[in-house]
């Protein structure tokens, strides 16, 4: 869609007209009758969104969401940025193998890696048994059914989604720009905090903004890895619709994560327009 | 979302299917559970009536209301949770079941309604991983709730259903007798003390692996489930005191396009036979009567029928009325 409306807005419509056509179908009108649902379901108004927002459990819910979004998201940066730097600038040959390795795990069934990490984290899993056969630690570490699994696992998935962004930002900067910072006195220090970093800015922006979307409506990995203490709003949501057969406050649920992932899209949509205006 | 819109789509695909054919379509839980319920109801069937049976799943309560409310059923029979159904049943989502067609004379009244006849039934039973406990053992209720006794994570069915609740209750000195209406703040302030000392099973493979990797060496799970780890040749204790019984039921979604088919087979797989063989491949117990001859003594004393001496019966029509209460509590109860 993107493309399309940056390469011609007129000619662009027609060759994505199917794809219109089927979110409409299968996306647009389905979610228009979940919102309906939302505000007659079980007596019509607004009585879900109240509920929704007014207890204390849900808020601590919907805080959750937004944490582990953001401790995902941070992380996520930390350890794309350098890798996005060095697939830039390490030779073609390397970085095309490195890449396709990437790309491999993210075509890896999500279920089966993320069933992958359960095994590896848990107290008696692989890692515990390595870290205690090494003597680093006495007592099992709990890696599972907590925030720990929640953000180990999430930030594995995500990294593809940070470091292709980034990447496709970092290339396009002369090397010659650092160069001349470093003639002109600046500490390498300097160098990445005003000159690489405002240039990677969009990239960040862009990639930083996908993950954080990305993570609010995640449901698989939340759910296997992390602990009902730490229980998102996909979660929630699946629990309303399928347990309890309550479409109408599952589909309030929906609403205000679809609200908040597409304003957080909006202000995406910004920042690419802004990248692509330089 | 985009669950219920492909789940609509792949509806009116074989519903288009299903009516060419005219297959039924049974769906249950999947794993091992429905490959015996393929095996010992779905084949004998479609030998005696010609009819195929494509199998489907898992079962998914807010996939039956979207397709009888749209009008547009593509499941015919569902195996289901008992309380589920009768509240299913209530609020006009199923079909009556003929009982000219099934013979309920012969099944354990305790899951015979209009709506609904039992599956097959099984019980929460205390399990254990022997190896993780070097002196005495796990022996009741009261010492699944000890943590200072026996140690460790223990794991709990994830889902609001009967069960778990029960547990807290009797091993908190509630009498069997006197569970009934459930003294939620007792329960709950009695799963406290152990919260933190959870890990939540949602399914029954994922209750195994925590059983069988010490990840929680105990904790209470679906007796076929420790029967199947057993028949694999783990150790596995299991305390039989003061199991409590669930069910599943066969059921008909309202509005189904193969509605005698659905009533055959559910004749056929409450039939003493059918209960009898899907018993011996799954370690649950049959609910007609006349099964229980037809079966290997040896196989029949592992099975929850043979323990009703301390058996605690859940209470499905009290679940049926406060499902819903007692699952927004239990979530928020959760989250918290």
């Known amino acids: ?278 | 979302m985009k669950k219920t819109m492909f789940a609509l789509a792949v509806a009116s695909a074989l519903t288009a299917h299903a009516a060419m054919a005219e297959d039924m379509v049974f769906t249950s839980w999947g794993g091992t559970t429905q490959d015996a319920q393929a095996a010992n109801w779905a084949q004998p069937f479609t030998e005696k009536t010609g009819t195929g049976v494509m199998q489907d799943g898992p079962t998914d309560y807010g996939k039956i209301k979207a397709m009888v409310e749209a009008g547009a059923v593509t499941w015919d029979v569902v195996d289901a949770e008992f309380d589920w159904a009768l509240q299913a049943g209530k609020q006009g989502l199923l079909e009556p079941l003929d009982f000219t067609v099934i013979d309920k004379a012969k099944l354990d009244p305790r899951f015979v309604s209009d709506y609904a006849v039992g599956s097959f039934y099984y019980s929460f039973v205390l399990g254990w991983n022997p190896a993780n406990f070097s002196d005495a053992q796990p022996a009741t209720l009261a010492d699944l709730f000890d943590t200072t006794k026996f140690p460790g994570k223990r794991t709990f069915y994830k889902w609001s259903a009967p069960g778990v609740i029960e547990a807290a209750l009797l091993a908190d000195g509630v009498a069997p007798d006197a569970l009934y209406p459930l003294d939620l703040d007792r329960a709950f302030a009695k799963l406290d003390t152990i919260k933190s000392d959870i890990i939540w099973w949602e399914g029954g493979a994922q209750s195994q692996q925590l059983l069988a990797s010490g990840e929680a060496p105990i904790g209470f799970f679906w007796n076929g489930r420790l029967a199947a780890l057993q028949a694999d040749g783990m150790p596995v204790g299991i305390s039989w005191d003061q199991n409590i019984t669930a069910a599943d039921a066969l059921v008909v979604p309202k509005g189904t396009a193969h509605k005698d088919a659905a009533m055959k087979f559910i004749a056929e797989a409450t039939s003493a036979e059918g209960q009898a063989a899907f018993a011996a491949a799954t370690g649950y117990a049959p609910v007609n009567l006349g099964s229980a001859d037809l079966m290997d003594p040896a196989v029949r004393a592992t099975l929850p029928d043979a323990q009703t001496a301390v058996q605690v019966n859940a209470d499905m029509a009290y679940w049926a009325e406060h499902r819903d209460e007692i699952g927004n509590r239990w979530y928020a109860w959760q989250a918290q």
């Open chain 1, 1 to 278: 869609m993107l493309s399309a409306t940056s390469g011609g807005r007129g000619s662009g419509l027609g060759f994505a007209m199917p794809a219109i056509l089927l979110l409409l179908a299968f996306f647009v009108i389905p979610v228009a009758f979940l919102l309906m649902r939302s505000v007659t379901e079980p007596a019509p108004g607004l009585q879900n969104y109240a509920t929704l927002l007014g207890s204390t459990t849900y808020a601590k819910i919907f805080f959750n969401t937004f944490f582990v979004a953001g401790v995902v998201t941070a992380i996520t940066v930390l350890i794309a940025f350098p890798v996005a730097w060095a697939l830039a600038i390490m030779p073609a040959r390397w970085s095309a193998v490195i890449f396709a390795v990437i790309l491999l795990s993210m075509w890896t069934n999500l279920l089966a890696r993320t069933y992958a990490w359960m095994v590896l984290l848990q107290q008696t899993g692989l890692i515990n048994r390595m870290l205690k056969a090494i003597g680093l630690i006495d007592q099992p570490l709990q890696l599972t059914n907590n925030l720990i699994g929640v953000t180990i696992g999430m930030v594995y998935i995500m990294l593809p989604f940070m470091i292709l962004p980034l990447l496709g930002v970092i290339r396009k900067i002369d090397p010659a720009i650092l160069q001349a910072a470093a003639l002109c006195g600046a500490t390498r220090a300097q160098a990445l905090r005003r000159v690489l970093l405002p240039l990677a800015g969009p990239g960040l922006a862009s990639g930083g903004l996908m993950v954080f979307v990305m993570s609010l409506g995640y449901f698989v990995t939340p759910s296997l890895l992390g602990g009902t203490a730490n229980m998102m709003l996909a979660e929630l949501i699946a629990q309303q619709v399928q347990s309890l057969v309550n479409w109408g406050m599952g589909g309030a649920a929906a609403f205000v994560l679809l609200v908040v992932t597409l304003g957080l899209y909006a202000v995406q949509l910004r920042f690419f327009d802004q990248a692509e205006a330089r």
